[in-house]
């Protein structure tokens, strides 16, 4: 019979790609003498192995048995744990990842680099490469039929390791035509049988191609409590054989066969053989896609939860449809306790189906760890990282794209925070630098904290660099906060020189304009010789929006309530009109330009004054301004359908949405806009703006 | 029917173990590791138990052990699958009563040719 192998594939990739990470962690926090640890590993690598064997990755199987090697005797305690074994066993971790993706995706991949990692191990190990593991796959093919003269007198206690002989006759009938005695001589009498012992022995005379290492395999598990004689009966050779095999395992003299009595003698015909299949060629996986985007575990609780709801919802809804084909107003009161239970139950469904978008935040928190550590050696500074709020759930696809902003985050954290172990002692610091992580949920939406202990960031270095790459006028003057966002200026680097850990130059204007990609924000604090905090704000799903929903002239537009600072009424005394038909008002110290939507998209609006009109201040990309509006109206969760699929893709507008009443709402993009008012005003090219328009210049 | 106890701490190979022998006729109980391996052979009988060595909680020579105490698994035959194939583990395994050993890696076809040398 065959089995097809390739279904238990995605499960097997997956458990080793959580066996790497469980070995990478491991390994991360591996001191000497931990041994529940270092078991740990042992077996996360045993299985990888195991599994690609039994699969068909022999490549992950060769590598692996090395690493295994190596662990196994940590395990033993016959080898020391130094941190250079764990370097290479880290680096080992990347290989075999290297290797199941590859034979995942059907790619090449980087042999070289497996090449040399494996000769390291191999260094490690003290021996040459071995390459004994393959063999239990390699039958061997004997074509010409033997005939072989097997004795069998097997030890009292055998059939207490569970073996009995009946199964092992019969197999050797499968390979051939069988020929059975069995020697009852030394049955002693029955008042002395033990029925726990086992009293016969048997010769045997096996007709059969299969060689003699199948028949000795047959008896492998008992050649320990047997004696066991396998010897080529010579004169009944169907064909002339020259050499004469005797095999004589596990008793030194020979002893003369017992043929006292033969009892019965039977002839076990052969059963149809089972096909021994050369299993050489590997199981390949079928090509695919990268699966990140394909699938999504979810957890049971979560799917259950949601059958539970439908079955609610079915039960209401069939609930109001009795009602509806027999109505009258004397059930209006049934029938509004329906509607309700039914706005119930659709949002609890709305919110069991976003639930399971959401992942914990420790699946793109599990691989600082690791790089944290490496990065420590590269730089030779020596820190800790710190991992808070890993629990913390959030949407898969804004997962998916924060990863590598944070990684930018804790580069710059270690190569611009952290300063080296002498200064930090000279500062009166603790020896190790402390880099923190954490995330947790803030009123809708979530923030992550990459904190260091380290030097914080200069501010006049900053202040001095902006003013070199002409990114401020020299005799600007800037709020702290306002300088810590230069640093986010495209083309800014402070690092004195550039390292290749970070600081190319490119980098934190990409890391920002990222998190505003996904309608999020970054911001910074820091505290001279104390350290530096990035806080980094996400909404918890890009699926669904907070909005408010305001009024102009007939449209309504959809403001997302993250970029809202503040709605206000504007009073006459604090406008101010610059040229180029600019109108700014005075919000406390700052200058808010004024962006009458009407004018932008060019629409009818009741109230084209500014007098008195509402105005709503967004924030976005540091830069404050007033949307000038006719009403406020509700505030509410909308669903958010692309523009670009279902029509095309328009300035200022990010998407739309379906309201209540199943009209069509445009949600503004309050950075489109913004560029959008600012190409205007430089289309009527008056003079120059107030600093802090300029700044937006540089976003494009 | 044939009654197979399957316990392997991975859940691919348990699936194919389990899966090539249901597909063959026998029936599967699987358990992810030698403690639930344990209680699950004390509730029923079983004709083969199946077992890895290198499992969290309880590993499988000491499942073996255990079962060996049973009234029930006195003769009951038990494999270990194991990638060490060196004596040193058989002996182990001998000494904790185990009946045979299946050497990863190893195919269907494979698993179930062997299986027949201790039960049917």
């Known amino acids: 019979m065959t089995v097809d192998l390739s279904q238990f594939i995605p499960s097997f990739l ?113 021996k040459k490469p071995t390459t004994d593991n393959n063999d239990s796959f390699k039958e061997e093919k004997c074509t010409k039929e033997k005939h072989y003269i097997i004795n069998f007198v097997p030890e009292l206690s055998l059939a207490k390791t569970g073996n009995d002989p009946i199964f092992l006759l019969s197999a050797l009938a499968e390979l051939g035509t ?16 033990d029925p726990l012992e086992l009293y016969l022995s048997w010769q045997l005379r096996l007709i059969s191609d299969a060689s003699i290492e199948d028949i000795e395999e047959i008896f492998e598990w008992v050649e320990d409590e047997c004696e066991l004689d396998i ?63 394909g699938s999504i575990r979810v957890g049971v609780d979560k799917v259950d939860s949601l059958i539970n709801l439908v079955g609610e919802l079915v039960i209401t809804q069939s609930m109001l449809s009795e009602l509806g084909s027999d109505f ?68 898969k696809t804004v ?46 939406n979530i923030v992550i904290e990459i904190s260091d202990d380290g030097s914080g960031i200069n501010r006049d270095n900053v202040f001095n660099k902006a003013v070199e790459k002409g990114l ?52 910074v604090d820091s505290t001279p010789g104390q350290g530096s905090n990035f806080k980094v704000n996400l909404p918890l799903t890009l699926a669904i929006l907070d909005g408010q929903l305001v009024k102009v002239g007939t449209e309504t537009y959809i403001i997302p309530l993250i970029s809202i600072v503040e709605s206000l009424q504007i009073e006459k005394e604090f406008l101010n009109r610059v040229s180029g038909d600019m109108d700014l008002y005075r919000l406390r110290e700052d200058n808010v330009p004024i962006l009458p939507v009407f004018q ?48 095309q893709q328009v ?44 700044k937006v210049g540089g976003y494009n | 029917m044939t009654k197979v106890l399957v316990v392997d701490d991975s859940n691919s190979i348990r699936d194919m173990v389990s899966f090539t022998l249901k597909s063959a006729g026998y029936q599967t109980t699987e358990a992810k590791d030698g403690q639930e391996g344990l209680v699950k052979a004390k509730g029923g009988n079983f004709d083969l138990v199946i077992s890895d060595v290198n499992m969290p909680n309880m590993d499988g020579i000491t499942l073996c052990t255990e079962l060996r105490k049973l009234a029930n698994f006195k003769f009951t035959p038990i494999l270990m699958l194991t990638t060490e194939s060196s004596t040193d583990m058989k002996m182990k395994g001998k000494a904790a009563g185990a009946t045979g050993w299946l050497v990863k890696p190893f195919n269907p076809e494979k698993l179930l040719a062997t299986i027949k040398r201790v039960v049917r």
């Not at chain 1, 952290?418 to 949920?441: M, Q, V």
């Not at chain 1, 401020?472 to 306002?482: V, W």
């Open chain 1, 14 to 126: 997956e458990e080793s790609f959580e066996g790497l990470e469980l070995m990478e962690s491991g390994l991360l926090n591996l001191q000497a003498g931990d041994s529940e640890l270092i078991h740990s590993i042992f077996r996360a690598a045993h299985s990888i192995k195991g599994g690609a064997g039994t699969f068909g990755f022999e490549n992950v199987t060769d590598f692996t048995h090395l690493v295994e090697t190596l662990l196994d005797e940590m395990r033993d305690g016959r080898r020391e744990i130094t941190n250079d074994d764990t370097e290479i066993l880290l680096e080992s971790v990347d290989c075999i990842r290297l290797l199941i993706e590859a034979a995942r995706d059907g790619d090449e991949y980087d042999s070289d680099k497996i090449e040399q990692t494996s000769d390291r191990l191999t260094i490690a190990l003290e």
């Open chain 1, 178 to 193: 069988l020929t059975v005695k069995a020697d009852s001589s030394t049955l002693p009498a029955l008042n002395d049988i």
């Open chain 1, 231 to 293: 010897t080529i009966d010579e004169a009944n050779q169907p064909e002339k054989n020259p050499e004469q095999t005797t095999l004589n395992k596990n008793h030194e003299s020979e002893e003369p066969l017992k043929q006292n009595n033969d009892e019965e003698t039977q002839v076990i015909t052969p059963e149809p053989k089972i096909e021994v299949v050369k299993e050489n060629s590997p199981i390949t996986a079928k090509p695919k896609a990268k699966s990140d985007v």
């Open chain 1, 328 to 395: 009258d107003l004397s059930k209006l009161d049934r029938l509004t306790n329906g509607l309700e239970q039914l706005l119930q139950n659709t949002k609890e469904l709305q919110e069991s189906v976003m639930r399971i978008r959401m992942l914990p935040i420790s699946f793109a928190f599990n691989r600082f760890p690791r790089l944290v550590h490496d990065l420590a050696i590269k730089t030779g500074k020596e820190m800790e990282l710190i991992i808070k709020g890993e629990q913390t759930e959030l949407d």
């Open chain 1, 399 to 444: 997962m998916e794209q924060i990863g590598d902003p944070l990684v930018h985050l804790i580069r710059n954290a270690v190569d611009h925070g952290i300063e080296p172990s002498e200064i930090r002692l000279a500062n009166g610091k603790s020896k190790k630098g402390i880099i923190s992580l954490d995330a947790y949920h803030q009123g809708g």
């Open chain 1, 472 to 523: 401020i006028d020299a005799n600007a003057t800037l709020s702290d906060s306002q300088v810590y966002d230069l640093l986010f200026e495209p083309g800014f680097s402070t690092a004195q020189e550039v390292t290749d850990i970070s600081g190319r130059g490119v980098g934190m204007d990409v890391v920002k304009r990222n998190i505003q990609a996904l309608g999020g924000r970054i911001q």
């Open chain 1, 600 to 647: 932008l998209f060019n629409i009818d609006a009741q109230c084209n004054e500014l007098d008195n009109a509402l105005l709503v201040v967004v924030e976005a990309d540091g830069q404050k301004v007033g949307l000038m509006v006719d009403d406020l109206l509700a505030q509410q969760q909308v669903v958010i359908k692309s523009l670009k699929d279902n029509y």
């Open chain 1, 651 to 694: 300035l200022g507008i990010s998407g739309a949405t379906i309201l209540g009443d199943g009209s069509v709402a445009m949600i503004l993009d309050i950075p489109g806009m913004i560029q959008m008012a600012l190409e205007k005003a430089q289309r009527s090219q008056h003079q120059k703006y107030p600093n802090q328009i300029e």
